[in-house]
């Protein structure tokens, strides 16, 4: 018991004299070369007793620096001056934007109970807006009650925008009476992660400390959307700082398990798509926060290629792996919303201005497809209905190619997420009040932001220039293959997919044993969204998984919302 205490009150010492050393402490105790000493340990380095004599004045000026510029406030919306590009060597790129065709949903019916409505599709919706079977008022009012019904019940819904919504609603119905349609989209209620800014509404992070924050813009997206003539109704829980599923709020359940939560971070914006609280939603990932939510909520989610949507306006993370993605019901509605996001804003640098090449019709034959066969074959918990789901690609004519990821160990890399966050969230750190969030166990954000205060700049850089490395090899990879089907979960692609920016899929295909959601992922060529959500779509032409819904959420068929009073 003693040589336990010793070591744990060693480590202490030694963790306590480094944060002295690089961290944000104020006091004034010299850096002597017994703290270098003790610093050696946490970044497995050796120096000798001369070498750490030269360097106590140079650390002792740098320190000075470092308080010198901490008295500089930096806003989360301010980006760092190196810039990520996951564009390889020599890459080439379509530059014809040729026309965008969607499926025709000409036969498309105001249902026999008007309840049937929350799990119409994007397309549908706009069928019948378009069409003056539904004013947008009468949709928009329809989604508002199902949020006030449900929201609290599933702990998605942090704010309802009710006024705006009816104002945009009463706009979009105006626009069209007069032959001013813009689109799928006018006149559609959605729902937005409540990381983006928006007027007069809070911008809360999910996170206790921002949760009375008004940052008195709108998101780059939003704006988007309302061009298109979407209408916001409400902004949708988060993980904290997007991560998982728990908020300042509570937990976020899974509208198929509500004892469970959604997963996350995106974790409203899945949850409220799947119960039929809005028809599509805005979600963001950085490592898995589509795809994860999506995937227990049995949802379609579309995580685009990195430096394809203007992240202005929307809480930065990691600012080299952010992406912003729509959440819906299939993959053709992630086209329309994603066709109406996409591009450049003018303030985002980091946006590419490149085409969108989508058709509701593909051949799987023409197609190169490959598979990664190791991670398929490994025994986890998607294993038979993925296996299925690879059956039904080959049914459709897809000759699957086994291929195999890069074998860099991409979890080494994966503190590149953690220092760049840490530093979107310094402040924070800083100021002790990142102990009102929710989450306090070692696996949550304030025990991450403090310890990759420890992580040296030179390792950082090092793991990028690795990550270029990486990006140049699944260049050499995809030249084999047009798109390729992964596990969600399993083996090494969803991080490493994240870290080189390539686009993904994520498809519902079945159902576990418990009665809860499955799904697999496709991933494309850097830009070629188009292509991935075209054989998603032939994928689920020829399924119903993406049809099904929580049965929990369909409403009493004797109400007619339809009725209620218009304002």
């Not at 799928?184 to 996170?207: C, M, N």
């Not at 997007?242 to 899974?254: L, M, S, Y």
């Not at 160990?409 to 969030?437: C, H, P, V, Y």
């Not at 991935?532 to 049965?551: D, N, Y």
Request: glycine share 6%; proline share 5%.
């Amino acid at each position: 018991m003693k040589r336990t205490f010793f070591i744990t009150f060693h480590h202490c010492l030694i963790l306590m004299s480094t944060i002295l050393l690089i961290s944000s402490c104020e006091q004034s105790a010299n850096i002597t070369k017994d703290k270098i000493r003790n610093a050696e340990i946490l970044l497995d380095l050796t120096f000798t007793d001369a070498e750490r004599d030269s360097m106590i004045e140079e650390l002792e000026e740098r320190r000075l620096n470092y308080r010198n510029l901490r008295n500089v406030e930096l806003d989360n919306a301010i980006p760092p001056a190196l810039a990520f590009n996951p564009i390889s060597m020599h890459k080439k790129f379509d530059q014809d934007q040729r026309p965008i065709t969607f499926s025709d949903y000409g036969k498309t019916a105001l249902p026999h109970h008007a309840q049937d409505l929350a799990f119409f599709s994007v397309g549908q919706l706009a069928y019948l807006i378009k069409d003056k079977k539904i004013s947008s008022l009468q949709l928009t009012n329809f989604f508002i009650e199902r949020l006030k019904e449900y929201g609290p019940e599933i702990e998605c819904l942090i704010t309802l925008t009710e006024e705006l919504a009816i104002e945009h609603a009463m706009r979009a119905d105006r626009e069209i009476r007069d032959g001013q349609y813009r689109g799928p989209l006018h006149g559609i209620p959605y729902g937005i992660k409540d990381l983006f800014s928006t007027k007069t509404y809070k911008t809360t992070w999910g996170a206790m400390p921002y949760k009375d924050q008004i940052i008195d813009k709108d998101a780059a997206v939003v704006k988007k959307l309302e061009t298109a003539g979407a209408v916001l109704v409400a902004k949708l829980s988060m993980g904290a700082l997007a991560w998982g599923d728990v908020w300042f709020g509570g937990k976020t359940r899974n509208p198929w398990d509500p004892d469970k939560g959604s997963s996350g971070s995106s974790a409203g914006s899945a949850a409220a798509v799947s119960a039929g609280l809005v028809p599509f939603a805005i979600g963001t990932e950085t490592w898995g926060s589509i795809v994860s939510p999506s995937t227990v909520c049995g949802v379609t989610g579309l995580r685009p290629t990195y430096g394809r949507v203007s992240r202005d306006g929307a809480m930065a993370l990691s600012w080299s792996m952010d992406k912003i993605g729509p959440i819906c019901r299939n993959a053709e509605d992630c086209a329309m919303v994603f066709d109406a996001i996409r591009g450049p804003d003018g303030i985002d640098q980091s946006v590419y201005d490149l085409p969108f090449n989508y058709s509701p019709v593909i051949s799987l034959t023409d197609l190169k497809i490959g598979y990664l066969k190791a991670d398929f074959s490994r025994d986890y918990d998607f294993r038979e209905t993925d296996s299925l789901a690879l059956e039904t690609l080959r049914g459709l004519g897809a000759q699957l190619i086994p291929i195999e990821l890069p074998g860099l160990n991409t979890n080494d890399l994966s503190f590149i997420l953690s220092a760049e966050a840490a530093a979107a969230f310094d402040a924070l750190t800083r100021s002790g009040k990142d102990d009102l969030l929710v989450r306090q166990i070692k696996n949550a954000w304030p025990n991450v932001f403090r310890a990759a205060r420890l992580i040296p700049a030179v390792e950082y850089i090092n793991a990028n220039r690795l990550r270029y490395q990486l990006i140049q090899e699944m260049e050499e990879m995809m030249r084999q293959v047009d798109l390729y089907v992964a596990p969600s979960w399993e083996g090494n692609n969803l991080l490493l997919t994240n870290l080189t920016g390539h686009p993904c899929v994520v498809v519902p295909n079945g159902f576990s044993d418990h009665g809860t959601p499955t799904s697999f992922c496709l991933v494309g060529d850097l830009f070629d969204e188009g292509t991935i959500i075209a054989v998603a779509k032939e994928f689920q032409s020829a399924t119903e998984f993406h049809l099904k819904h929580p049965s929990l959420f369909e409403t009493d068929k004797k109400k007619n919302p339809l009725q209620r009073k218009s304002n």
